[in-house]
């Protein structure tokens, strides 16, 4: 079965085209914003043009414009190639790639959230989430703590508020790493997963 899996709800955007467990092409750009404009000719780019029997995208948390580019893209090709959707969370795919790379039982991703909050969360070996998602600010952030490993876009900025020894590794997520993913991280939820409130509120 052919996988397409779209991740563009951080800095970074990126694609990639699976046949089975076998990685048969990808693109990731860290673009910080323009996500609208490459996301389409980067699936484009692929065999095939990305057409796939399934997809796979992120839900968030992470940039409320990428999250949502992502989701419509996904959503709209489910149309067209009559292919099933499944979600997962982008903090669980940056946690699985960590834990990857670094050794331990468990880690804290913490990524650049709104507002100059972080988001925070711990996870196990596959992305399995331990802790709830937290937006926080960083002091808040400190007094929660952290796995002795942290990773995100904020690792070395939490490590730098914390005592003890912590290793931190600045990593973004990439789609092309999916497969590091925990049966059972996915589903069929494709809700955005903002981790925080909305900024607008209704009138009293």
Known sequence: M????????TEACSVALFEGDDLLAGDH???????AEHLVPMIA????????ARILVSRGPGSFTGVRI??????S???????PVRGYPT??????MALEEMDGADITVCMAGGHGEWFVQDFAAGGVPLTPLASLDPAAAAVRGASRQIAGSRASD???LLEGDHRALSLLPDARRVNALAEGVTGGDTSPLYGRGPDARLPA
């Open 2 to 9: 052919r996988t397409l899996a779209i991740e563009c709800a």
């Open 29 to 35: 750009r860290v673009l910080g914003r323009g996500h």
């Open 45 to 52: 780019a692929l065999p095939d043009k990305g057409r796939a």
């Open 70 to 75: 992502g989701l419509a893209v996904a959503g």
């Open 77 to 83: 090709l489910a149309v067209a190639w009559k292919a």
């Open 91 to 96: 903090l669980s795919l940056v946690g699985a």
């Open 158 to 160: 939490l490590a730098a």
